[in-house]
């Protein structure tokens, strides 16, 4: 975050306005900064930008977008979903690199971000995932609709039962999700209501906290129902794993991004289980201990389906 302090009567700096960019933060702890006085607000750029190109004006700080384009910016979204920046701040060159100059910085001078996103009806810029993993819903209802894994995996993690996220829809019909359960979060909503539980697997299996995930994949659902362009990547059916995704099963990379392709790879049987319409699947996993032993996680997983809804603007 940036800062710009302001002293009071005492000398003591107190905030007058913070700034945060980079990954998303989540609506709660948006909420909870500004909540407490500090002005906190979003923006958007890189380093080829001069810094910034898009703000939040104070009387539109939202946390789902990342401002409107300052003045002296023009920016448009290229047919692929990529954010394109003109300014006259804009990058000269890579210093002696040409070849690397010419992939991002077109002739007429439009900067290519690599980012993905879109122009909302307020005229606010939302960053939706990397353009390299923006996918398409193939068949169905759906048929073309863009599908972003990372902005849906994001939305999922911003509740505190849910540590991880891995979705996939692009060249398929619909979305599905596989979960990780905060195991201390969702432990602690069990311990308050009497369930008892041995472990991880038996409690991300328990009928009541399928049901607690469900209803946060539903809020994601009725979320991104308000966005036309991304209505379609609402989440048709999820699964809890019985395991937690770990680096040291090469789940996660070593800054706990996850290896979404390896996944897929590894969990075949689960994922066919979602998109044949399958109840449940048995999966059995091998583990790596701390110690560097080696072991198997065995459970039957239930698979559940999740309430989509019609977009809104479609609807309008």
Known sequence: ?????????LGFSRVRVAYTA?????????TFYRSIGINLKQLYGSTETAVFVCLQPDDQARADTVGVPIRGVQIKVADNGEILVKSAGLLKEYYKNPAATAEVLSADGWYHTSDAGFIDASGHLKIIDRVKDVGRIQ??????AM???KYVENK???FPFIKEAV?????????????NIDFDAAGNWAERRNLPYAGYTDLAQKPEVYQLIQECVEKVNADL?????????QVSRFLVLHKELDADDGELTRTNKVRRGFIAEKYQPLVDALYSGKAEQFIETVVKFEDG?????SATLKLSDAKTFASVKAAA
């Open 147 to 149: 599908f972003a894994p």
């Open 22 to 30: 980079g990954e998303a933060i989540g609506p709660d702890l948006f």
């Open 293 to 297: 032993r080696s072991g198997s996680v």
């Open 167 to 179: 979705a996939y829809g692009d060249g398929r019909e619909k979305v599905c999700v596989m979960l």
């Open 1 to 9: 975050m940036v800062y710009g302090p302001l002293r009071n009567n």
């Open 225 to 233: 129902s308000v966005d036309a362009l991304l209505a379609g990547s």
């Open 156 to 158: 999922l993690k911003f």
């Open 139 to 144: 068949g169905g209802a759906n048929d073309g």
